[in-house]
């Protein structure tokens, strides 16, 4: 099974402060990265996706990807308490089970920003 | 315009029965999807449907069904209903070609007693 790992948190940063957001993952195979955000009893929602090596900037919101260490982050510069929620990693799976082609999501990071 | 609804929001049930959930999109969207959200938050598929291709999560139990009876409409069926099946179910819609773009319902919250 393919796998994609954060770490649970929750992740407390005072508002204005910079939040940053990790995974990895363990398919080589996966060309395709994504951040998803979920405000507590809400869907998820796409924020973020990357599929190169490097930084990708969008607003407040930095992607970061190292496909060598497979390694994957978001920073949130500038937090703000309306950021609170829990983010989802996310990658295309390239395996197999059923799961090949679609989304294999991570457990979720729980941040929380503090004015 | 909600853009992928699902019903109901809420279902309590007993152990053993059989129900369904329902889920439409009006997005013109070709592709859809059932995810399984646990008590610890972890979002997993179950199915994913594209033109008539039903591919299945080979850790879901046989006692889960999808039914589409056309593109925009993407119904889950569980019969036999255990507690382990408590959890918060999500359709979700994309475009074929760009799996991720993955729009959510807002979630059917199901708990088995």
């Known amino acids: 099974q393919k796998e994609v790992e954060q770490n649970s948190g929750p992740l407390s940063v005072p508002e204005g402060a910079i939040a940053s957001l990790n995974c990895t993952y363990s398919?080589?195979?996966?060309?395709?990265f994504f951040w998803y955000r979920q405000y507590s009893g809400k869907s998820p929602e796409l924020i973020m996706f990357?599929?190169?090596?490097g930084d990708k900037e969008d607003g407040r919101f930095t992607a970061q990807l190292n496909k060598a260490s497979q390694y994957v982050s978001l920073l949130i510069r500038d937090s703000q308490p309306s950021d609170s929620a829990t983010y989802l990693c996310?990658?295309?799976?390239?395996?197999?089970?059923?799961?090949?082609?679609?989304?294999?999501f991570g457990k979720g990071t729980k941040l929380s920003v503090k004015p | 315009d909600t853009a992928v609804s699902q019903t109901p929001k809420y279902l309590v049930t007993q152990m053993g029965n059989d129900k369904s959930i329902k889920c439409e999109q009006n997005?013109?969207?070709?592709?859809m999807y059932w995810y399984k959200q646990d008590s610890k938050k972890f979002l997993k598929i179950m199915f994913s449907?594209?033109?008539?291709?039903?591919?299945i999560n080979e850790t879901v139990p046989n006692r889960f069904s999808p039914k589409s009876p056309d593109k925009a409409h993407l119904n889950l069926h569980i019969n036999s209903l255990e507690l382990g099946d408590s959890a918060v179910y999500f359709c979700?819609?994309?475009?074929?070609?760009?799996?991720?773009?993955?729009?959510f319902g807002q979630g059917t919250r199901l708990t088995v007693v």
């Open positions: 990357i599929y190169s090596n």
């Open positions: 398919d080589r195979g996966s060309q395709s």
């Open positions: 996310a990658v295309i799976s390239s395996g197999y089970g059923g799961s090949q082609g679609n989304l294999i």
């Open positions: 979700a819609s994309s475009p074929r070609d760009r799996r991720a773009e993955a729009f």
């Open positions: 449907y594209n033109n008539k291709e039903l591919i």
């Open positions: 997005l013109g969207h070709d592709t």
